[in-house]
């Protein structure tokens, strides 16, 4: 089990994988309790305006088709938002807010903080579990 980690106030954050582990646009699916979280490493601006790589965290589980299929969408823009088109039904959702923008939905998103070369999700620690697995597009799986 990986222990929580005091990042900031209010919020504990949970260590899911290696910064240079990720692959730019390419998404990793992470197992954090009971949820399957989609991460996503964008080398463009990100939303903050840094103009540094931005790491992102949404469902991994597509509302439209009802499959975990999320990290194996499609990265891109519409307008400033970035983007990943699901890989079923294309639908596109920000990034960074989970909206919809094609239609009526939404994927839940997670806060991710990049601490020491380490990517942590933000949860609720009462209701999340640990992330229990990592699933890269390559690498198989790291369990821990
Ligand atoms: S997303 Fe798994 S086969 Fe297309």
């Known amino acids: 089990m990986i222990p ?5 106030a209010g919020l504990a954050f949970v ?3 290696r ?3 990720l692959i730019a646009e390419r998404g990793v699916a992470v197992l954090l309790g009971d949820r399957q979280v989609a991460v996503f490493l964008v080398p463009e601006t990100g939303p903050d305006g840094s103009g540094r790589p931005h790491v992102y965290a949404v469902d991994h589980h597509d509302p439209f088709s009802g499959a975990n299929v999320i990290a194996r969408g499609i990265v891109g823009s519409r307008g400033e938002a ?3 088109a699901s890989p079923v039904y294309k639908q596109v959702f920000d990034l960074a807010t989970g909206e919809c923008l094609t239609e009526e939905g939404r994927l839940d998103t997670w806060p991710v903080r990049v601490r020491d070369g380490e990517v942590f999700l933000g949860v609720d620690p009462v209701r999340a579990g640990p992330v229990t697995s990592v699933t890269f ?3 198989g799986v790291l369990a821990g």
């Open 4 to 8: 929580f980690t005091r990042l900031s």
């Open 15 to 17: 260590r899911a994988c």
């Open 19 to 21: 910064v240079d582990q």
């Open 82 to 84: 970035t983007t990943v």
């Open 137 to 139: 597009p390559r690498a």
